[in-house]
C-alpha cells in the first residue's frame, strides 16, 4: 500500500512566513521555515522546522484527520509544548502523523492553573502550540484568556488556521453567508435557552448554534417558537462518514428529530436571519402557487413540492397539498 504523503518534498527552496503582532512592546514577528532543509520522508518531517518563539494557535480537524495543513503539522512537530484541551484526543492527531513532543492539558477546569507556566515557558522562548479536540481552539473551545494575557506580556500570537464546525456548516446550510451571528452553545435549561434565543431574534444574520444531539428536539422546539418561522439547517458529523444535511423549516425539523429520536453525532443548527424571516412571511400564497406552476412544469408533485417549500421556507406538507390541487386543477 503507498504510504500516505503529507510532508513536503525537499527543495521546494526557502518559504519565509511572517506575522506582525502591534502590541505595547512595538512588532513582533514569528517567521521562518527554511522547507529546503526538511527531509524528503513519505510520513514525517525528519529534521524539525524551526519556529520563532510565540503562541501558535492550531486549529485541528472536525472529523476527517487528512484536514490537517501541512504548516500545523509543522508547528506540532516544532513546538516544546503542545497545550491540549484533551492530550488522548491530541494524541491520536499527533501519533496518526507521527509526532512527538511534550503534551500538557489546558482545558477549562485546569487553566487558572496552566496559564502561568504556559506563559513563563513562552516568556523563557518556547514555542507553544494550543489545540482543542477538534477545529479552531477558542471557538467554544478554552484559549482566549491564554491568547489576551499572552498578547498582554508582549508574546508573539499567531494562528494556523483550519476547520471550524461553525463555517463548515454555514457554508453547506444555502442559507445567506454574508452576515452571520456565532452564538454557540445555548444555555441548557429551557427557560435560560429561550431567554437568549429571544435576545438573538432581532439579528438580521444567519444564526450558527452548536448543539448535541439529546437536546436536539427540545433546542429546535424552542427555536420554531421563539424565532418562528424560518429557513434551518441541522448539520450533522461534518466531514465524516455519515456527514448529514438536513433542511426545512424550523418547525418541520423540530417535528422530524421529536419523532426520529436524538441523532447520534456531532451537530450545528445553522438558521435564517430575522430578514429571511421576515422575506419568507411576505411570500404570498400566490407566489407559492406560481413557483409550483413552474415547477410541475418539469417535476414531479413531490419534488416540486420539495423544491418550493425548501426555497420559500414554507412548511413542505402545506406545499404537498397545494401542489396536488394545481395538478389535480391542470388535469
Ligand atoms: N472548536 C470547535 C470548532 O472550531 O468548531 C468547536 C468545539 S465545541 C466544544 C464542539 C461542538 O462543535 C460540537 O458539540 C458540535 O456542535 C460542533 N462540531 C464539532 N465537530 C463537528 C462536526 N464534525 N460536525 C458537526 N458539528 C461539529
Redesign the pocket.
Known amino acids: 500500500m503507498p504510504r500516505r504523503q503529507f510532508a513536503h518534498k525537499a527543495g521546494g527552496g526557502k518559504t519565509t512566513r511572517a506575522i506582525s503582532e502591534r502590541g505595547g512592546q512595538g512588532a513582533k514577528r514569528i517567521e521562518s521555515v527554511d522547507r529546503s532543509k526538511q527531509a524528503a520522508s513519505d510520513d514525517v518531517p525528519r529534521e524539525k522546522p524551526r519556529f520563532a518563539a510565540g503562541l501558535y494557535i492550531v486549529?485541528t480537524p472536525?472529523?476527517n484527520l487528512r484536514d490537517i495543513t501541512l504548516r500545523a503539522l509543522d508547528v506540532l512537530a516544532a513546538a516544546e509544548i503542545v497545550a491540549c484541551e484533551d492530550t488522548r484526543v491530541t494524541e491520536k492527531l499527533m501519533s496518526r502523523y507521527g509526532l512527538g513532543g511534550q503534551r500538557l492539558p489546558y482545558h477549562e477546569h485546569n487553566a487558572e492553573g496552566m496559564r502561568p507556566l504556559l506563559l513563563e515557558k513562552l516568556k523563557a522562548g518556547a514555542v507553544v502550540a494550543l489545540v482543542?479536540?477538534?477545529?479552531?481552539?477558542?471557538?467554544?473551545?478554552p484559549g482566549f484568556k491564554l491568547v489576551r494575557a499572552a498578547i498582554a506580556e508582549g508574546i508573539a500570537v499567531t494562528t494556523l488556521p483550519g476547520?471550524?464546525?461553525?463555517l463548515?456548516?454555514l457554508v453547506l446550510s444555502g442559507l445567506p453567508s454574508d452576515r452571520f451571528f456565532f452564538q454557540?452553545?445555548l444555555p441548557p435549561k429551557e427557560t435560560a435557552r429561550r431567554r437568549v434565543l429571544g435576545e438573538i431574534a432581532p439579528l438580521q444574520a444567519t444564526l450558527i448554534v452548536?448543539?448535541?444531539g439529546p437536546r436536539l428536539a427540545p433546542t429546535l422546539t424552542d427555536m420554531a417558537e421563539v424565532l418562528g418561522e424560518r429557513p434551518a439547517t441541522v448539520?450533522?458529523?461534518?466531514?465524516?462518514l455519515y456527514?448529514e444535511l438536513r433542511r426545512g423549516s424550523l418547525a418541520e425539523l423540530a417535528a422530524h428529530y421529536a419523532t426520529a429520536g436524538a441523532p447520534k453525532?456531532?451537530?450545528?443548527i445553522v438558521i435564517g436571519g430575522a430578514d429571511e424571516a421576515a422575506a419568507r412571511a411576505a411570500i404570498t400564497d400566490d407566489d407559492i402557487d406560481a413557483a409550483l406552476e413552474a415547477a410541475l412544469a418539469t417535476m414531479s408533485v413531490k419534488d416540486a413540492s420539495t423544491a418550493v417549500a425548501e426555497a420559500t421556507g414554507r412548511p413542505r406538507r402545506e406545499v404537498y397539498q397545494r401542489a396536488l390541487a394545481l395538478a389535480a386543477r391542470g388535469e
Not at 163 to 166: G, K, L, R, V
Open positions: 486549529a472536525i472529523g482543542s479536540d477538534a477545529g479552531t481552539p477558542l471557538i467554544s473551545d476547520p471550524s464546525a461553525a463548515a456548516a454557540g452553545f452548536y448543539e448535541t448539520a450533522r458529523e461534518l466531514t465524516k456527514e453525532g456531532e451537530i450545528v
